[in-house]
């Protein structure tokens, strides 16, 4: 499997600001995915992050609000902009390869304040 | 729309007994499945897969059991330990669509 490093881990951010979440893979990924889970809730896919190319959005979220870079096939950036306390999530990088199994790194734990 | 869910949010289980967590889903093209665990404070880590071709598959102590006529899937937990408390998650995609839905997630706590 994978190993996934995403950093930072956690972080408390005042409201207004911006947070970029980095993934680092540890081997070349077919796809790469962002995902938000709620405090208590399921995951929420949030994008998928094309290499080189714009990021493919899910309905009711937007370039503007979280963009995301792939620069290449095993790094990926979300950020959160203009964050307001309705952000305060898990944020996940998922990756998988060829259709096989799909694998999340540890999360990054973002309060807005 | 179409989506995956769980049909308890939590299950109680007496260490050493076998558990058992179930998942409907509602989308007839998906053709994956996967359960997750997710401990407190960490990501998800894949358990078990299935592919729609098949009924069954065992793992390490799991099992994955996939009913498609029903649209329902479960994953059995044998020998239940205090380790195997956490959400369970399952996820499906269908076809060509890289993407996982995920279902609610069911809460386990194992009792000493």
């Known amino acids: 499997s994978a190993v996934i490093s995403q950093k930072p881990s956690r972080d408390i951010c005042q409201r207004g600001t911006s947070l970029t979440i980095q993934c680092q893979v540890d081997?070349?990924?077919?796809?790469m995915f962002w995902y938000r889970q709620q405090p208590g809730q399921s995951l929420t896919l949030i994008a998928t992050a094309n290499q080189g190319s714009e990021a493919t959005y899910e309905s009711g979220f937007v370039i503007d609000k979280f963009p995301i870079s792939r620069p290449n096939l095993t790094f990926s950036t979300l950020t959160v902009s203009n964050m307001s306390p309705e952000d305060s999530s898990i944020y996940l990088c998922?990756?998988?390869?060829?259709?096989?199994?799909?694998?999340f790194g540890q999360g990054t734990r973002l309060t807005v304040v | 729309g179409e989506n995956v869910g769980l049909h308890l949010p939590t299950l109680s289980v007496q260490e050493g007994d076998n558990s058992i967590i179930n998942c409907a889903y509602s989308n007839s093209a998906s053709d994956y499945f996967i359960w997750y665990k997710q401990e407190s404070g960490k990501g998800p880590q894949f358990i078990i897969d299935?592919?729609?071709?098949?009924d069954k598959r065992q793992g390490q102590r799991v099992t994955v059991l996939l009913n498609k006529t029903v649209k329902h899937l479960s994953l059995q937990i044998a020998a239940t330990q205090p380790g195997d408390s956490a959400v369970y998650f399952c996820a499906e995609r269908s076809g060509n669509d890289y993407k996982l839905s995920f279902g609610a997630g069911t809460t386990v706590t194992v009792r000493a």
């Open positions: 081997s070349q990924v077919t796809m």
């Open positions: 998922c990756v998988e390869s060829w259709g096989a199994e799909a694998f």
């Open positions: 299935i592919r729609s071709n098949m």
